[in-house]
């Protein structure tokens, strides 16, 4: 029997991650002799990150095995039991978790959730009538909930795009004490050398590492990368200085700017992601160094707010009316109650050509002229020589910028954000050299300590 599992809002602001559920639960699958193979990596799939009612980090996992039990319910059993026990450790809200089995390939029908919950708000009577719809092929464990929104759209994501990440988790008894991870220099070497093709594990700009989440999260490193094998190869040259409960490769929709769909202005509410394209009206830098600019696309005219923290702005504070853009990213309500758009992709897609007029200079002396009154010509104020018939200099202005894409750095994209080292790059979906499970703990998917 082969199925698919999701799970979300199994973590809380005490510590936990639903990777670590995740890798957890398969671990304990696998022990136990539940399953029989692996169908594919597991996903760790973010959501739009705009929505108020998130966990930490909006982003949900799945996992598809093949069964070596012909029955449901010992593995509902236990992925039930599994996760009621890591909420309670980590002090989370069980009303929130959620855990989906459906059987494998069901996924296409669940493609609508994963899109809705990337790019906008889901209701829950509209999932409710997507579960009711798929009748019995879906067992919710943990019952219905917001969880559900999580669990439901990483079953459902596309998979057309994607990128992996190898998450190392940290033994329990040093969970919350400081981190002892690579430094930055092991990690700025495995970023430039490109061998592993990893991306983002530290912020060239600002010096800091980035592999590495804060506080009592039980993630000690996360290393992004394009091939799932070559992250294997990475974490065995890099020297991880405290002891490890495991790691496991998650195949992501991070990085893939996926939440950026085209959308007209008047599509773009409070709560929605996505893609704008227009026409530059006006453009305000803040005290600050912010800069607000109000887009207009024919139907409508959309405020979009470029924050400094994204090094965009050093572009944005450049553009002037007239010119066209496309802005990406998520709309939040502000105070003012106008929705606004928080840019996370900038493309130049036209610039208005700005010229500078000027008086000629004198043919006799070279002096720039004066004029000489309203169409009477030039007059030059050196050697008094006086042409009717001049035409005033003009010349083009150089922008600063030029028509592209522009994208945040490492230190400040966001999970779905696309970070400038992938600028251009056409990720499709790479498959690595997935074993089954009887490899699994020697190599490749999941390392077991
Ligand atoms: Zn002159």
Same mark, same amino acid.
């Given at each position: 029997?082969?199925?698919?599992? *999701? ?15 995740? /890798? ?38 799945? $996992? ?39 059987? /494998? ?24 009538? $997507? ?50 991870? %690579? #430094? ?18 530290? #912020? %060239? ?21 394009? #091939? ?20 496991? @490769? ?19 509410? %409070? ?16 005290? *600050? ?21 994204? *090094?965009?702005?050093? /572009? ?8 066209? +853009? ?21 493309? +130049? ?48 202005? %150089?922008?600063? $910028? ?36 009887? #490899? ?8 077991? @300590?």
């Amino acid at each position: 029997m082969k199925v698919s599992i *999701g799970i979300d809002g199994v973590d809380s602001q005490h510590g936990g991650c639903t990777t670590h559920a995740l /890798y957890r639960l398969f671990k304990r699958l696998v022990e136990k002799g539940y399953v029989r193979s692996l169908l594919d990596y597991p996903y760790l799939v973010r959501l739009n990150p705009a929505v108020p009612r998130k966990t930490r980090g909006n982003g949900a996992v799945a $996992i598809g095995v093949e069964l070596a039990v012909d029955r449901l319910d010992p593995l509902v059993e236990e992925l039930s039991g599994l996760l009621v026990e890591y909420v309670a450790q980590v002090r989370g809200d069980l009303s929130k978790a959620c855990a989906a089995v459906v059987p /494998y390939g069901l996924t296409e029908r669940l493609r609508e959730v994963y899109t809705k919950a990337l790019t906008d708000f889901v209701h829950l009577d509209y999932l409710g009538s $997507i579960i009711k719809s798929l009748g019995d092929s879906v067992v919710l464990p943990l019952g219905m909930n917001w969880g559900c929104v999580g669990a439901l759209a990483a079953l459902g994501w596309s998979r057309s795009v994607c990128t992996y990440e190898l998450l190392v988790y940290r033994d329990p008894s040093y969970v919350g004490s400081p981190r002892r991870a %690579p #430094d930055v220099g092991a990690l700025a070497e495995l970023d430039s050398s490109r061998e592993y093709e990893t991306f983002c594990s530290y #912020d %060239p700009e600002s010096g800091r590492i980035t592999a590495t989440p804060g506080g009592p999260d039980p993630v000690l490193l996360g290393i992004r990368g394009l #091939d799932p094998d070559k992250l294997v190869e990475a974490l065995r040259v890099l020297a991880i200085p405290e002891p490890i409960e495991g790691w496991m @490769v998650f195949k992501t929709n991070q990085a893939s700017g996926e939440h950026m769909i085209p959308r007209a202005s008047l599509e773009l509410k %409070p709560l929605r992601t996505g893609c704008l394209a227009g026409v530059v009206r006006e453009v305000a830098v803040r005290p *600050g160094g912010d800069v607000v600019l109000s887009v207009s696309d024919g139907l409508g005219e959309l405020r979009a707010a470029v924050f400094k923290e994204t *090094g965009l702005t050093r /572009y944005a504070r450049l553009l002037v009316a007239g010119d066209v +853009v496309r802005l990406c990213g998520s709309v939040k309500l502000w105070d003012d109650d106008r929705p606004t758009l928080h840019v996370e992709l900038l493309e +130049v897609v036209d610039l208005e050509e700005r010229y500078l007029r000027r008086n000629p200079r004198c043919p006799k002396c070279g002096s720039r002229m004066e004029s000489a009154g309203r169409g009477k010509g030039y007059r030059c104020p050196k050697c008094g020589f006086r042409a009717a018939d001049l035409r005033p200099e003009v010349s083009r202005l %150089p922008r600063g $910028i030029d028509v592209g894409v522009y994208l945040p750095g490492c230190g400040s994209v966001k999970h779905l954000g696309i970070p400038m080292p992938l600028s251009g790059l056409d990720l499709g979906c790479r498959e690595g050299s997935l074993r089954a499970v009887s #490899d699994f703990y020697r190599i490749d998917v999941v390392g077991v @300590v």
